[in-house]
């Protein structure tokens, strides 16, 4: 016991610093908060990597999960109705559906839409065409979380034709919330030409267990070493 105890005080003086620096490195470092872009700064971002456009499936297409996902971003509605179609791929009755033809992407019920990029990965960059089924301006929030918890809300009135939408954050986005906040109507909106940065994934539990253990193995060696040499 008196040989672990020692062993682990000097793990802490002598690798200490640098555990904290792995753990701070999986969480990010402070930046300015998330900026509201225009369409032409969006597509300037030298760290975009793609664009879905959702024009790889047949118009029609639904799907009856709560949550989608859809090259790396995961949809998920607040909405649930069994034997229901919760996502239409295609165009939204009253609206004209998409950007880029032929399809556009949302819920199929009105209610909150959460995006997220699975297993709390996060982007940089985060932007899509909004289109909203009413003819008129209608008021729709957008609240970007980035991964320190902090999430910042951008109220953004839309209506026909679609407007863009587009975040960067220097710390990372972790998710947005999408809901329609109009407090005289509540008309439906879906997502078209979505971009991002390359997804960061968030490193699994057992990656830092194993490299504790590394160490831990690789100290121990050195120990044994000492002692037979003294």
């Known amino acids: 016991m008196t040989i672990l105890m020692r062993m682990m005080t000097i793990l802490t003086r002598q690798f200490g610093f640098a555990m904290l620096g792995l753990f701070a490195g999986a969480t990010g470092q402070a930046g300015a908060g998330v900026i509201l872009q225009n369409q ?14 959702f024009d790889e499936f ?6 009856y999960t709560d949550s989608v996902k859809i090259d790396g ?3 998920t509605t607040d909405q649930i109705s069994p034997g229901d179609p919760l996502w239409t791929i295609g165009s939204h ?7 880029s033809p032929p399809n556009g992407f949302g819920a199929s019920l009105i209610g909150e839409v959460r995006i997220d990029f699975g297993n709390g990965g996060h ?12 003819a008129f301006p209608q008021l729709y929030s957008f609240g970007v979380t980035e991964i320190d918890g902090v999430t910042t809300s951008f109220a953004i009135n839309s209506g026909q034709p679609s407007v863009f939408v587009g975040f960067t954050s220097d710390k990372g986005i972790s998710g947005v ?7 005289n109507t509540q008309y439906n909106y879906s997502f078209d030409n979505v971009g991002r ?34």
């Open 40 to 53: 032409a700064e969006f597509y300037a971002n030298s760290t975009l990597v793609s664009t879905a456009t």
């Open 58 to 63: 047949a118009p029609g297409t639904v799907f």
């Open 73 to 75: 971003v995961s949809y």
């Open 177 to 183: 919330a999408v809901a329609n906040v109009d407090p």
């Open 197 to 230: 940065s390359a997804i960061t994934a968030v490193p699994e539990p057992s990656t830092f267990v194993m490299a504790g253990t590394g160490v831990l193995v690789a100290f121990g060696c050195a120990w044994r070493r000492r002692k037979r040499a003294a």
């Open 93 to 99: 009755i009253g609206s004209v559906g998409f950007v």
């Open 123 to 134: 982007v940089n960059i985060f932007g899509f065409d909004f289109l909203s089924s009413a």
